[in-house]
């Protein structure tokens, strides 16, 4: 049962395009991108770089250290065959939540069996 925690509202996450929230002892990178709202853990796997300084393209986040191309809806690098952790996100009246459970692939996601993201 995802215990969900409101980490912004909608507008300025649209205006501002990304913000980061910390709950618990995870800081937890929120993104509007391509009329969607993502949320991936801001502290890369590879070597601890924050995701919140690079740059979203073709539905990834780019990592400023060595350029990991992530997805935005499951976390998986395909180059390396690694996941960033990613968040369960609930957009209700315009307030943006987090499930703060993490979720990890160990395998390469099937897009399929994803839950659809709606436009928001
Ligand atoms: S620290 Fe993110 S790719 Fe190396």
Known sequence: MP?????????????????????????????????RVYALNNTCIHKGKKLARGLVFKGHIICPGHQWAFDLRTGWVDEWAQCQPTYAVRVEDGEVYVDPEPKVYRTKPCLAQEPERKEV
């Open 3 to 35: 215990s969900w925690q409101k980490v912004t509202d909608l507008a300025s996450l649209k205006r501002r395009k990304k913000c980061v929230a910390t709950l618990g002892d995870d800081e937890i990178l929120v993104l509007y991108a391509e009329g």
